[in-house]
């Protein structure tokens, strides 16, 4: 399985999660990475994109601020730090490559709520 998230899970409002995505079988170091979510009822959205090498990095306005994404090339991980949560960020969130070719994770599950 090209990519694997981890790191989800059930965190009270203004809480922090940290989910990754695991890469294997492919050249991380040639794709761009994106973290994407999809709340209940609602279309898939584009949360953060991080360039190949890592220099650029774009968000969502609604992330803007809160969340962080960063990846390390060497051990074939993409990272989204997640800070300051808030009921509305409950979703499935999935990593994504974009690169030679398109992959996609299972999802990892992140529930905010008290």
């Known amino acids: 399985v090209p990519l694997v998230e981890s790191g989800g899970g059930l965190v009270q409002p203004g809480g922090s999660l940290r989910p990754s995505c695991a890469a294997s079988g492919f050249s991380l170091s040639s794709s761009v990475m994106r973290w994407y979510r999809q709340a209940p009822g609602k279309q898939h959205e584009l949360v953060a994109t991080?360039?190949?090498?890592?220099?650029?990095?774009e968000y969502a306005d609604s992330v803007k601020g809160r969340f962080t994404i960063s990846r390390d090339n060497a051990n074939m991980k993409v990272y989204l730090q997640m800070t300051s949560l808030k009921a509305e960020d409950t979703a499935v969130y999935y990593c994504a490559a974009w690169g030679p070719f398109i992959y996609w994770g299972q999802g990892t599950q992140v529930t905010v709520s008290s």
């Open positions: 991080i360039t190949s090498a890592g220099g650029g990095t």
